[in-house]
Every structure is written in structure tokens, then in C-alpha cells.
């Protein structure tokens, strides 16, 4: 069986980054994986007034909507690093939150896919032709978890 997710209010809607479980990376909070993703585009860059406006956003849609307007430019290297940035906040977020975590791993062996109809590299797309990124980061958090316990 797959499992699709995509909006919070729909099944398995915790394993969206706009869910609401907040995390901490290098000291900060961040409301949402969401928020953390979109503000990361901006470090270092001379748009980096942004980052305090993305962290306080009431929503994790407004988050989103600030961090992919064009009218500023992210980092330069944002396609080399944003996987990593998503992995590491994905992580953060299945550790720090226990009953998410279970849902996590209850999934077993099942293939995680975003079933989003608009995104081609985080999701699947409207075709099922996208690279399922986010989903391919889910199964390898849901890994690294579970060795994480073996090891206890
Ligand atoms: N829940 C939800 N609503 C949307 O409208 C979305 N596009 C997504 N997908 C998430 O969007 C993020 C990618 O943002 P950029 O296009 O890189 O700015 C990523 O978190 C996807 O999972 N989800």
C-alpha cells in the first residue's frame, strides 16, 4: 500500500511541514518545519530582513508565501543544500514529538508520497511523475529512527 498525504486536515497530515509541531534547531524555535524551510532560503543573503518576518508568521501558509516570493533572491546555494536543510528539520521534528513519531513508524515499509498536484521536486505532482523528495525524506527519517531505537 502508498501512503499519500498533503494537507494537515487530511490522513497522515502530521507528515506535512506545515503541521503544527514546532521545532528547535541550534537553539531557535521554529513554529513549523515550514517556517524553518523557508527562512533558510534567505541566509547570508542581502533579503535576510525576511528571516525575522517568516519566523513570526501566524501561518505556515504566510511562511511560505514570503519565502517563495520573487521579489527577493535566496542563496545562492539553496539547490545544493535545501535537501539537507529539509532532512535535518524533518528529523528534528519526528524526534522532538513522540505521537507523530508512532504514526511514523506504524507506517512499516509502506512507500510515503506528498500528493501534491503541484509540486515536482518536494512531491509527486499531478501525474505521479515528481520526485516525491519529501516523501524519500520521511522513509529515511522513519529508518534512521527506528535504528536509533534498536540501538537503545
Ligand atoms: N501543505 C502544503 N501546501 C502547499 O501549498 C504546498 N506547496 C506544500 N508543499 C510544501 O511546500 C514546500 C516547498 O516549498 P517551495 O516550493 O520550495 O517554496 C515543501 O515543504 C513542500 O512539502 N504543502
Known amino acids: 500500500?502508498?501512503?499519500?498525504?498533503?494537507k494537515v486536515y487530511e490522513p497522515y497530515g502530521c507528515f506535512s511541514n506545515f503541521s503544527p509541531?514546532?521545532?528547535?534547531i541550534e537553539g531557535e524555535y521554529w513554529q513549523t518545519v515550514e517556517h524553518?524551510?523557508?527562512?533558510?532560503?534567505?541566509l547570508g543573503t542581502k533579503d535576510n530582513l525576511v528571516i525575522p518576518l517568516i519566523k513570526a508568521a501566524s501561518t505556515p501558509e504566510?511562511?511560505?508565501s514570503l519565502g517563495r516570493d520573487r521579489i527577493r533572491k535566496v542563496r545562492s546555494d539553496w539547490e545544493e543544500v535545501k535537501c539537507s536543510i529539509m532532512?535535518?528539520?524533518v528529523l528534528t521534528k519526528f524526534l522532538t514529538h513522540s505521537d507523530i513519531q508512532e504514526t511514523l513508524l506504524?507506517?512499516?515499509?509502506q512507500l510515503i508520497v506528498e500528493k501534491s498536484?503541484?509540486?515536482?521536486?518536494?512531491?509527486c505532482g499531478?501525474?505521479?511523475?515528481?520526485?516525491?523528495?519529501?516523501?524519500?525524506?520521511?522513509?529515511?527519517?522513519?529508518?534512521e529512527i527506528r535504528e536509533l531505537k534498536n540501538r537503545k
Open 126 to 143: 499531478l501525474d505521479n511523475t515528481g520526485q516525491n523528495n519529501l516523501g524519500q525524506i520521511l522513509m529515511s527519517v522513519r529508518q
Open 106 to 109: 506504524s507506517t512499516g515499509e
Open 87 to 89: 532532512r535535518q528539520a
Open 36 to 42: 524553518y524551510y523557508q527562512a533558510n532560503k534567505f
Open 62 to 64: 504566510k511562511a511560505a
Open 1 to 6: 500500500m502508498v501512503i499519500y498525504f498533503y
Open 21 to 24: 509541531h514546532g521545532i528547535f
Open 117 to 123: 498536484p503541484t509540486d515536482y521536486y518536494w512531491g
